[in-house]
């Protein structure tokens, strides 16, 4: 007769055997960062999610490096958006002022910041353009040619890493390859390489202002029903010189989290999205679930599947609970 149970009888013999542990240093927390307010305003979706104005943005940074976290992603809110994203690489962009208010209160936190056009465009698609009749297209070169201008602008405003989360083919090779010519060798990429069309970008979509206006996003994000399509997409970003992978959402997709992990062997982030978010939230405002309860397990079953970095708004909250 096995007996299992043996080791689950006390928490001490089950920490001594436990397999799978959280760290501070695991999470990533994403932050908003808005050209439109001078005070923070919170997204109605996402409950303590907040835009914050440029003047707030590094000392929220600093909160977050004095409680144990040691990275963020940044997304930007400009004033203004056209046809061309030109917000996305202006020198004095919403993010280019953002990354050198925060690199200059805190050189130490890794400021990685999100490479895409929707926020910028007037019509809220991740590229550029064209309508034939009542067909629309989103052009593949002459995006990667701006999200290149982009993440170069990025670097120079002192980012430590880019992050494109366009799905464009064949931008990771194209962005590597300037920030290379550029002296900026150091800057590493995470690629944002499974990215499915989903459902639970929602809030997302309120947070950072960026719903398309018209079509959807299903020519250039992946199909939720693919995932050696998934595993695909990512061998062509790392060969194209990816430094992490990212498989995005989380929980929907902790088959391909897990595969991906598993074959390339690469630092793997996951996206724990904001619709994820949302769903947890209402549940422990209804007092389904409990929240710190639902949240660990959450994350300690995407650390389980293969995840070494988790993109998450509950960083903050993780990072307190981790230390209590
Ligand atoms: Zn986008």
Redesign the pocket.
């Known amino acids: 007769m096995h007996r299992p149970r043996r080791l689950r009888r006390s928490a001490a013999l089950r920490n001594l055997v436990r397999e799978t542990r959280l760290n501070t240093h695991d999470f990533i927390l994403p932050l908003f960062v808005s050209e439109k307010i001078d005070k923070r305003r919170p997204v109605p979706s996402m409950p303590e999610v907040f835009q914050l104005p440029v003047k707030e943005i590094a000392d929220e940074a600093r909160r977050a490096q004095d409680i144990g976290l040691q990275a963020i992603l940044l997304f930007g809110i400009p004033e203004k958006k056209d046809q061309r994203a030109s917000g996305a690489y202006a020198e004095d962009g919403i993010v280019q002022k953002a990354l050198r208010a925060i690199k200059s209160k805190c050189p130490d936190l890794v400021a990685i910041t999100d490479v ?3 926020d910028y465009m007037s019509h809220g698609h ?1 590229g550029v353009t064209r309508i034939d009749g009542d067909h629309f297209h989103v052009l593949n070169d002459e995006t990667v040619e701006l999200l290149v201008t982009t993440a170069l602008s990025h670097a120079a405003a002192g980012a430590d890493m880019v992050a494109p ?2 799905m464009m083919d064949g931008r990771i090779g194209a962005i590597r390859e300037a920030l290379d010519a550029n002296g900026f060798g150091q800057t590493g990429i995470m690629s944002y390489a499974a990215k499915f069309a989903s459902v639970f970008y929602g809030p997302f979509r309120e947070a950072a202002e ?1 719903p398309p206006q018209f079509g959807d996003r299903r020519t250039y994000q992946m199909d939720c029903a693919n995932a050696d399509e998934a595993l695909r997409e990512v061998a062509l970003d790392i060969k194209e010189g990816a430094d992490i992978v990212m498989v995005k959402p989380a929980l929907p997709y902790i088959d391909i989290l897990w595969r991906v992990s598993e074959r390339f062997g690469k630092p793997t982030a996951v996206y724990h999205v904001s619709g994820e978010y949302a769903m947890l939230k209402a549940a422990v405002e209804k007092g389904i679930v409990d929240e710190r309860a639902g949240v660990l397990e959450i994350m300690t079953a995407l650390k389980r599947a293969g995840a070494d970095i988790i993109i998450t708004y509950w960083a903050r909250e993780l990072a307190q609970w981790l230390r209590e």
């Open positions: 895409c056009l929707c991740c989360s366009d960026s």
